[in-house]
């Protein structure tokens, strides 16, 4: 599969604990971005790199969110001390003349 | 403002029906303009560009107008296969943003 592929798809975790997402994007696509959608809402942008570096951050993400992209390849989105409000789903996109989503990991906080 | 404001429907149309959806965006320094699909719990996908000449692929058309800040995307000839919800999405700089969608359910 030469997709963008997430992990995990499903996380269920108790508030006040830490989760992290994984993002494989598409080889060779060298901007990498992290939206994150709820229900009835479009995504909203999250943060973004270009290679590893992490050009641009929402003030959507907290000092509660963290996002790194070590090598340039794949990427990780980290909550800690997560919050029912952070209930949502969390897309990864890599581009290159279009953004290509990856299947989103669902987070649901209880 | 948000960037981009998209009626969020619902749209129920019955099959064979056109539709239009509208969208506009705030940014006049805005470069680039998409329709993308959405299925139930799927990942957005991109349906078509957006070019200011008007695009048309199939039984979708694609309008830009500059001058009003308008993205208009047109469904001739509804499919059942076509109901999801429609985002439009602005490309500004290195930013994509995202109208809320709309909503379309077409019924047999």
């Known amino acids: 599969d030469t997709g963008v592929s997430q992990d995990p798809r499903h996380k269920i975790t108790k508030r006040g604990q830490n989760v992290t997402f994984r993002c494989d994007p598409i080889s060779e696509h060298n901007r990498l971005y992290w939206y994150r959608q709820t229900l009835g809402q479009g995504p909203e942008f999250l943060t973004y790199f270009q290679n590893e570096a992490q050009l641009e951050k929402s003030r959507l993400l907290s000092d509660r969110f963290s996002a790194e992209r070590p090598k340039g390849s794949f990427s990780t989105l980290e909550i800690q001390r997560t919050e029912q409000g952070d209930s949502a789903m969390y897309l990864c996109a890599s581009w290159t003349g279009e953004l290509f989503f990856g299947e989103g990991s669902r987070l649901t906080v209880l | ?108």
């Open chain 2, 1 to 108: 403002r948000k960037e981009v404001e998209q009626d969020p429907g619902p749209f129920n149309v019955p099959e064979g029906a056109t539709v239009a959806f509208n969208c506009t965006y705030s940014n006049s320094a805005s470069q680039s303009f998409f329709w993308y699909r959405q299925d139930c719990r799927k990942e957005p996908k991109l349906l078509m560009s957006v070019y200011s000449s008007g695009n048309e692929d199939g039984r979708f058309t694609a309008q830009l107008n500059r001058a009003s800040q308008y993205i208009s995307l047109l469904i001739r000839d509804s499919k059942l296969s076509d109901s999801a919800t429609y985002l439009c999405v602005v490309n500004t700089g290195n930013q994509f943003y995202f109208g809320t969608g709309t909503s379309l359910t077409v019924i047999p």
